[in-house]
């Protein structure tokens, strides 16, 4: 079970990202591996160097500036925290939600990248909308092309 990084987002903005310990705690009273999801590398700096109790990390390659926009430079940004934590990391937003990668060489750059920082224990992560082309059997052909070539 992660913490929503939306929401996670709002609390760092806000000034109140200590107070998410308590919730990563009721997730752990459960039994459950709790994770943290966000968009901000910052928030990964904070949970890392105040000794979080979290298990994984769900983490946007881009930072959110509108609903509609998001910031270029952040890819780059949030995977060199993937690199460096210990902690497997869940890499999302890979294609930025279709807004940046119209065709298959631009999806599997931004595959290239992502496995490029990605460490053995993280995972990419693709959404999918198959309703108008087969992107099931395409992302596994670029996944894997991307994985090779990395």
Known sequence: IYHH???TDKYWNDGKIEELRDRLKAVRQTGAQAGL???LP???DHAESNGWDVDFYMTCVYRIVTSSTFAAD???QMLARVSKV???CLIFKVYAASRNCGSPEAR???LKVAFRYAKPTDAVVIGM???YQEQ???NCRLVTQAITQT
Do not use: C, I, N, Q
């Open 42 to 44: 910052e928030v990964v």
């Open 108 to 110: 599997l750059d931004a």
């Open 129 to 131: 909308f198959p309703k």
């Open 86 to 88: 210990s902690k497997p």
């Open 74 to 76: 952040s890819r780059e």
């Open 5 to 7: 990084g939306s929401v």
């Open 136 to 138: 099931v059997r395409e």
């Open 37 to 39: 999801g966000t968009h």
